[in-house]
C-alpha cells in the first residue's frame, strides 16, 4: 500500500491528464475549470486504495477512479444550480461565473465523460462494475429528490434525513470502495463489506459537512458558512433543533425558517446558529459522527484483507474525519 498522499497524487496526476476538445469552448472549459479546482479527490482515492489492498498495484483502477470522479463533479454542477450556491472550493460556481444553461450542459456531458471513463474498465469485470456504478448513480439522483422535496416539509424525521444523505453521498463513497475492490479482484464477500464501510464512512462524513456548514471556518471550508440554514436545509442539526425547541426557542425558529428574505440571511444564520448552541445540537451531531465512523470501521475489521490495507483504510477515515473543509 501507497501513503496516502501517493494515491492523491495519482488519482491528480490522472485528472490532470483528461483531454478536452477545444470546440465548443463554451462546454469543456466549465467543465475543464471544475475539474482544475482541486477537490479533495476522496472517491478516486477509495478506488485505487481498494484495487491496491486485493491487487497489490493501483494502476488497474485509473480509468474507473477517474471516471468516479468525473461522476461526483458532474453532480456539484447541478447541485449548485438547484442550491444557488456562489462559491465552491473557494472559487465562483459554473453558473456564476457562466450561466445556469452552462452549467447544466456541461455538467451532463462529465455525466457522459465519467461513463467513458468506467466503461473502460478491464473487461472480465467491466458487467459487475458497471451494474454498481449504474445503481449507485440512480441512487444519489433519488437522494438529491429527497433533498429538494424536503425544502417545502417541515415533518422530516431524522430516519429519513439519514437515508436521504445515504443515498445522495454515502452511496457513492460505497460505490468507489467495491469498484476498486471489484477491479482489484476481490471476491464479492469481501468488495460488499467494503461497500459498506464506505457508506458508513460517507454518513460521518456528510454529518460533518453539516456541522462545518455552521461552525465551520469559510476560510478553509472554500464556500459560505451558513448556507444550509439560509436555504432552510433539512439537516440533521436543523431536524433534531426543531424537534427539541420548545415555547420560544420554537417560535424564534418558527419565524426564522419563514423568513426567506435575502437581506435578513446573516442575521438569521446568527440567530438560528444561536438556537443551536443553546440546544447543544452540535454536541449531538458530534455524537453521531462518532457513532456512524465507528461502525464503518467495524465493517472494515471484517474486511478479509492485509493488515497493512486494512491500516491504511483506518487512517484514511481518521483523516477523512478530522478535516476542517
Given at each position: 500500500?501507497?501513503?496516502?498522499?501517493?494515491?492523491?497524487?495519482?488519482?491528480?496526476?490522472?485528472?490532470?491528464?483528461?483531454?478536452?476538445?477545444?470546440?465548443?469552448a463554451?462546454?469543456?472549459?466549465?467543465?475543464?475549470?471544475?475539474?482544475?479546482?482541486?477537490g479533495?479527490?476522496?472517491?478516486?482515492?477509495?478506488?485505487l486504495?481498494?484495487?491496491?489492498?486485493?491487487?497489490?498495484s493501483?494502476?488497474?483502477?485509473?480509468?474507473?477512479?477517474?471516471?468516479?470522479?468525473?461522476?461526483?463533479?458532474?453532480?456539484?454542477?447541478?447541485?449548485?444550480?438547484?442550491?444557488?450556491?456562489?462559491?465552491?472550493?473557494?472559487?465562483?460556481?459554473?453558473?456564476?461565473?457562466?450561466n445556469?444553461?452552462?452549467?447544466?450542459?456541461?455538467?451532463?456531458?462529465?455525466?457522459?465523460?465519467?461513463?467513458?471513463?468506467?466503461?473502460?474498465?478491464?473487461?472480465?469485470?467491466?458487467?459487475?462494475?458497471?451494474?454498481?456504478?449504474?445503481?449507485?448513480?440512480?441512487?444519489?439522483?433519488?437522494?438529491?429528490?429527497?433533498?429538494?422535496?424536503?425544502?417545502?416539509?417541515?415533518?422530516?424525521?431524522?430516519?429519513e434525513?439519514?437515508?436521504?444523505?445515504?443515498?445522495?453521498?454515502?452511496?457513492?463513497?460505497?460505490?468507489?470502495?467495491?469498484i476498486?475492490?471489484i477491479?482489484?479482484?476481490?471476491?464479492?464477500a469481501?468488495?460488499?463489506?467494503?461497500?459498506?464501510?464506505?457508506?458508513?464512512?460517507?454518513?460521518?462524513?456528510?454529518?460533518?459537512?453539516?456541522?462545518?456548514?455552521?461552525?465551520?471556518?469559510?476560510?478553509?471550508f472554500g464556500?459560505?458558512?451558513?448556507?444550509?440554514?439560509?436555504?432552510?436545509?433539512k439537516?440533521?442539526?436543523l431536524?433534531?433543533?426543531?424537534?427539541a425547541?420548545?415555547?420560544?426557542?420554537?417560535?424564534?425558529?418558527?419565524?426564522?425558517?419563514?423568513?426567506?428574505?435575502?437581506?435578513?440571511?446573516?442575521?438569521?444564520?446568527?440567530?438560528?446558529?444561536?438556537?443551536?448552541?443553546?440546544?447543544g445540537?452540535?454536541?449531538?451531531a458530534e455524537?453521531?459522527?462518532?457513532?456512524?465512523?465507528?461502525?464503518?470501521?467495524?465493517?472494515?475489521?471484517?474486511?478479509?484483507?492485509?493488515?497493512?490495507?486494512r491500516?491504511?483504510?483506518?487512517?484514511?477515515?481518521?483523516m477523512?474525519l478530522?478535516?476542517?473543509?
Amino acid at each position: 500500500m501507497l501513503k496516502f498522499e501517493d494515491y492523491v497524487e495519482k488519482a491528480s496526476r490522472a485528472v490532470a491528464a483528461i483531454e478536452y476538445p477545444k470546440q465548443p469552448a463554451g462546454l469543456y472549459e466549465p467543465i475543464s475549470y471544475t475539474m482544475s479546482l482541486g477537490g479533495k479527490r476522496l472517491r478516486p482515492v477509495l478506488a485505487l486504495m481498494a484495487c491496491d489492498a486485493f491487487a497489490g498495484s493501483a494502476d488497474r483502477a485509473i480509468d474507473a477512479a477517474v471516471g468516479i470522479e468525473l461522476y461526483h463533479n458532474f453532480t456539484l454542477l447541478h447541485d449548485d444550480v438547484m442550491d444557488k450556491a456562489d462559491m465552491r472550493r473557494g472559487c465562483p460556481t459554473v453558473h456564476v461565473k457562466w450561466n445556469d444553461n452552462t452549467a447544466i450542459l456541461s455538467g451532463d456531458a462529465m455525466l457522459t465523460m465519467a461513463c467513458q471513463y468506467i466503461a473502460r474498465t478491464p473487461a472480465d469485470v467491466l458487467p459487475r462494475v458497471l451494474d454498481i456504478f449504474n445503481r449507485t448513480a440512480m441512487e444519489v439522483y433519488e437522494g438529491q429528490q429527497y433533498d429538494v422535496d424536503f425544502e417545502q416539509r417541515n415533518d422530516v424525521t431524522e430516519e429519513e434525513y439519514i437515508e436521504m444523505i445515504r443515498l445522495k453521498t454515502s452511496v457513492l463513497l460505497g460505490c468507489a470502495c467495491k469498484i476498486g475492490a471489484i477491479v482489484g479482484g476481490a471476491d464479492e464477500a469481501a468488495a460488499d463489506t467494503l461497500y459498506k464501510y464506505g457508506c458508513d464512512l460517507g454518513l460521518a462524513f456528510q454529518l460533518q459537512d453539516d456541522w462545518l456548514d455552521v461552525y465551520g471556518d469559510p476560510k478553509t471550508f472554500g464556500k459560505e458558512i451558513g448556507g444550509d440554514i439560509a436555504n432552510n436545509k433539512k439537516t440533521y442539526m436543523l431536524i433534531n433543533a426543531m424537534a427539541a425547541a420548545k415555547g420560544s426557542d420554537a417560535e424564534e425558529l418558527g419565524r426564522w425558517l419563514a423568513d426567506n428574505d435575502p437581506a435578513h440571511r446573516a442575521e438569521k444564520i446568527a440567530a438560528v446558529r444561536g438556537i443551536y448552541d443553546k440546544l447543544g445540537i452540535a454536541q449531538q451531531a458530534e455524537k453521531a459522527i462518532a457513532r456512524y465512523t465507528w461502525q464503518s470501521l467495524e465493517w472494515l475489521d471484517t474486511v478479509k484483507m492485509d493488515e497493512e490495507a486494512r491500516v491504511a483504510f483506518r487512517n484514511f477515515s481518521t483523516m477523512l474525519l478530522s478535516r476542517k473543509k
